[in-house]
T-cell receptor, first 111, second 114 residues
Framework: RKEVEQDPGPFNVPEGATVAFNCTYS??????FFWYRQDCRKEPKLLMS???SGNEDGRFTAQLNRASQYISLLIRDSKLSDSATYLC????????????FGKGTKLSVIP | ETGVTQTPRHLVMGMTNKKSLKCEQH?????MYWYKQSAKKPLELMFV???????ENNSVPSRFSPECPNSSHLFLHLHTLQPEDSALYLC?????????????FGEGSRLTVL
């Protein structure tokens, strides 16, 4: 089983749509979780951390289910500028160097 | 404007060449990383330096040789590479032990091995 697994997509959605990405991880000892965003031919950047209680940042909502080892990202009212690849990232230790990245899910928001 | 700068941005080299990638971070972080990003694969951690000491190797072939002369600079020395080494090489930095999991990446060096 892959350590961090994501649906690669692509997800093609119209502007204004709501889209959800899922991610599963295999290491039950994982301690912290993140979503990164990577624009085409650019570097990855942290989008948001994922907390057990769920957290929201504007149009973005992240959820964590430790029992199922499952993480999700919901984007409401999609904008053209949301088009990017979204990387699910899991930290198995206390240090940043224990981050494991998923392959990413590609999102294209269409006018 | 990124706080992590990488040079060169693009590099084409033959299998017998020797070249180096350079990374510099202006964020005052104490850890630096080299990642490899190939098409349809997740980011692969190659090397980690924390407080200028190498703490992670991840069984990278010896044709890749890292160097971290100080906390702001990181190099990746390349020699006798193979065509399958063609990829985007990303440098990143972080402030270790904060547990935030936030890495700050450079824009990458796109390497093509002929």
């Amino acid at each position: 089983r892959k350590e961090v697994e994501q649906d690669p997509g692509p997800f093609n959605v119209p502007e204004g749509a709501t889209v959800a990405f899922n991610c599963t991880y295999s290491n039950s000892a994982s301690q912290s979780f993140f979503w990164y965003r990577q624009d085409c031919r650019k570097e990855p950047k942290l989008l948001m951390s994922v907390y057990s209680s769920g957290n929201e940042d504007g149009r973005f909502t992240a959820q964590l289910n430790r029992a199922s080892q499952y993480i999700s990202l919901l984007i409401r009212d999609s904008k053209l500028s949301d088009s990017a690849t979204y990387l699910c990232v899991v930290n198995s230790g206390a240090g940043s160097y224990q981050l494991t990245f998923g392959k990413g899910t590609k999102l294209s928001v269409i006018p | 404007e990124t706080g992590v700068t990488q040079t060169p941005r693009h590099l084409v080299m033959g299998m017998t060449n020797k070249k180096s990638l350079k990374c510099e971070q202006h964020l005052g972080h104490n850890a630096m990383y080299w990642y490899k990003q190939s098409a349809k694969k997740p980011l692969e951690l190659m090397f980690v330096y924390s407080l200028e000491e190498r703490v992670e190797n991840n069984s990278v072939p010896s044709r890749f040789s890292p160097e971290c002369p100080n906390s702001s600079h990181l190099f990746l020395h390349l020699h006798t590479l193979q065509p399958e080494d063609s990829a985007l090489y990303l440098c990143a930095s972080s402030q270790e032990w904060q547990g935030t999991g936030e890495l700050f990446f450079g824009e990458g060096s796109r390497l093509t091995v002929l």
